[in-house]
Nanobody, 123 residues
Framework: QVQLVESGGGLVQAGGSLRLSCAAS????????MAWFRQAPGKEREFVAV????????IYADPVKGRFTISRDNAKNTVYLQMNSLKPEDTAAYYC????????????????WGQGTQVTVSS
């Protein structure tokens, strides 16, 4: 089991960048597949990206391909989401999630979640 805490959200102008971090507690972080989801008001929670335990494999949702990069540093028990060329459509609460199986895109497949960090992109 892990506990997750996101940070790095904030207000940014369209075209700007933010780097989100998700810090995990415990000693088993490297055993988990890590993913980012986002949820805007009135919308369902949406898959953003997932990374394998080793960091060698990644999957991105179509709207963020080429703009967002997921990475992890197992030595620091941290997963990151680098967000470039931000658009107002990216405005949402961003959540870090952990699972034991790589490649799942549904929120229902993830057992552990952080509290979320708000990203607001102004035009």
């Amino acid at each position: 089991q892990v506990q997750l805490v996101e940070s790095g959200g904030g207000l940014v102008q369209a075209g700007g960048s933010l780097r989100l971090s998700c810090a995990a507690s415990g000693r088993t972080f490297s055993s988990y597949v890590m993913a980012w989801f986002r949820q805007a008001p009135g919308k369902e929670r949406e898959f953003v990206a997932v990374i394998s335990w080793s960091g060698s494999r990644t999957i991105y949702a179509d709207p963020v391909k080429g703009r967002f990069t997921i990475s992890r540093d197992n030595a620091k028990n941290t997963v990151y989401l680098q967000m470039n060329s931000l658009k107002p459509e990216d405005t949402a609460a961003y959540y870090c999630a952990a699972d034991m199986t790589y490649g799942k895109r549904s929120p229902d497949n993830y057992d552990y979640w952080g509290q979320g960090t708000q990203v607001t992109v102004s035009s």
